[in-house]
């Protein structure tokens, strides 16, 4: 019984110092939208992913996340707009979360780089179960019967970058911070600054990456995730994340672009990216966990279609 309440103990103040009421990955890098809604669309192709994150490995009802992620772009007039969704399911002992979001973001050229602002507007579902371990049997701040309550959540996002070179974005999520009184939780405001840029070795196949993430809900000491992952031939990438206080993240994946399929005025692209990445946990959960284990999966796809050309019967026309 000490045992478990140690764990529990440990677990909620992991919790508390990274403000971690929003799930947390480490393939962040390939995860941008879900938390800032400005980066719908960045890869002007229709993508689809989908992320498994198993965390601290050896609890008993440790943390699981399932997250699927689609982006798509398209020209409305004169403007390029990045649309897309973000649903996740978030596990936690007694506690389940599903989130929606719809995200919205137009774009704008500046001389070669892309500024993207955008919104999204989504639902936070929260469910409390009922198989609680009571220490004071009848402890009327315990609920007996399970308890779910929805609220409307937005965010908001800017990202300024330039495709396979840089980007910079600020976001801000839960900015009506829902309260959920049912279930006596209230959403903290939480904003991420994130940034990346690339280094291809000269006369080399090799692109160094490097992306950083500082989150905060404004109140707690700020979480950080340092990346850098080498790309070799735009198809093989291995890595390492540190978060400091938290875990080393080595990690490893594929991407690959396949054939173009041609018909008639028809061109379909498509491509897959995947990867795994394994926390090797650094704090004094380490003493009961035996790491964290994440995976995902992504495949893109875009459609050309040539304009008819009009023909004349006309032999002046010809």
Known sequence: MKKSLL????????LSMFAQQDPQMSFWMFDKQSFNPAAAGIDKMHC???FYRDQWDGFDRDPKTTMFNYSGNAMVGKTELGYGMTFFNDVLGQEKNNVFRGQIAPKFDLNGHTLSIGLNFGILNKKLGA?????????????????AQTAVDVGFGAMIYQPNKYYFGVSA???????????????????????????????????????????????????????????????????VSFR????????????????DIVNGRTTYQHGIRLGYAYDVTTSEIRNYSSGSHE???????????????IRHNDPRFL
């Open 48 to 50: 689809a992913s989908l």
């Open 7 to 14: 764990t529990v103990a440990i677990f909620s103040a992991s």
């Open 131 to 147: 198989n609680w371990v009571f220490i004071d049997q009848g402890d009327g701040s315990i609920p007996t019967k399970e308890t």
């Open 173 to 239: 999520q839960h900015l009506t911070a829902p309260e959920l009184e049912d279930l006596y939780f209230k959403s903290a405001r939480h904003v991420y600054v994130m940034g990346g840029y690339e280094f291809p070795l000269s006369s080399s196949p090799i692109v160094i990456r490097t992306n950083a993430l500082v989150k905060t809900d404004l109140a707690a000491t700020p979480a950080i995730d340092l990346n850098a992952n080498a790309l070799y031939d735009n198809m093989v990438f291995g890595g």
């Open 295 to 309: 995976l995902f999966v992504t495949y893109c796809f875009d459609i050309e279609t040539l304009p008819m050309r």
């Open 244 to 259: 400091p206080g938290d875990a080393i993240t080595p990690m490893a994946g594929f991407q690959m672009m396949f054939s």
